[in-house]
């Protein structure tokens, strides 16, 4: 997150989109991504399908994430067809929202998520929050959305050893940012497959 965050500030381009380091984007995802921008000015946000390579050489394909519209952004969602470059956005949206969390959130009260502090710590729920793990980065997200808490909290009487889920693997940085930028603005989603994504 730490390095993402950085890299956002630094970005001087109108529209920002992540691509990981395994990742690739098809020949033709510029031409699609700026086809749609002109023909939807109303939108800062667009999402699209993409392709699954697979070690073996077998393909699979995620459409187009299209979580229902409200009045303003979309309806509360836990997941989703989202990788990090399936999706684009104007640096209009960033520059009005942020971007992810400081690489350190001192002091955060984690009390509501049951996510205790460090044996060292005086108070038992207060505790720093450090983006370079998952955990804590899902704990910052969901002191900051309340709502998704009821995706991303383990049940407790089934698994009592377990505290919360990461956002997604290894920390959920794209539905993150996805999300976050959703509850104010619309995604349009494009039912292509533009980007593609190497398996592991």
């Known amino acids: 997150m730490i390095a993402l965050g950085t890299g956002m500030k630094k970005a001087r381009g109108e529209w920002i989109l992540f691509l990981d380091a395994d990742d690739e984007l098809e020949p033709f995802y510029l031409e699609r991504v700026n086809e749609a921008i002109e023909k939807y000015p109303e939108y800062k946000m667009f999402n699209f399908g993409c392709r699954y390579?697979?070690?073996?050489?077998?393909?699979?394909?995620r459409d187009a994430f299209k979580p229902k519209e409200l009045e303003e952004g979309h309806e509360?969602?836990?997941?989703g067809n989202i990788v990090n470059g399936t999706f684009v956005?104007?640096?209009s949206i960033y520059e009005a929202l942020g971007g992810y969390p400081p690489a350190v959130v001192k002091n955060v009260d984690?009390?509501?998520i049951n996510y205790p502090a460090h044996k060292e710590q005086e108070k038992p729920y207060i505790r720093d929050l450090h983006m370079?793990?998952?955990?804590d980065f899902s704990a910052a997200a969901q002191i900051e959305f309340p709502e998704i808490r009821q995706f991303f909290?383990?049940?407790?009487?089934?698994?009592?050893?377990?505290?919360?889920k990461e956002l997604g693997n290894?920390?959920?940085?794209?539905?993150?940012?996805?999300?976050?930028?959703?509850?104010?603005y619309h995604s349009k989603p494009i039912d292509e497959y533009l980007y593609v994504v190497h398996a592991r």
């Open 89 to 91: 956005f104007n640096r």
């Open 153 to 164: 909290m383990v049940d407790h009487e089934a698994e009592p050893a377990k505290i919360l």
């Open 110 to 112: 984690c009390t509501e």
């Open 76 to 79: 509360v969602f836990g997941g």
């Open 53 to 61: 390579i697979y070690k073996d050489g077998t393909q699979s394909t």
């Open 170 to 184: 290894p920390y959920g940085n794209d539905f993150y940012l996805f999300y976050k930028y959703t509850r104010k």
């Open 132 to 135: 370079n793990t998952p955990f």
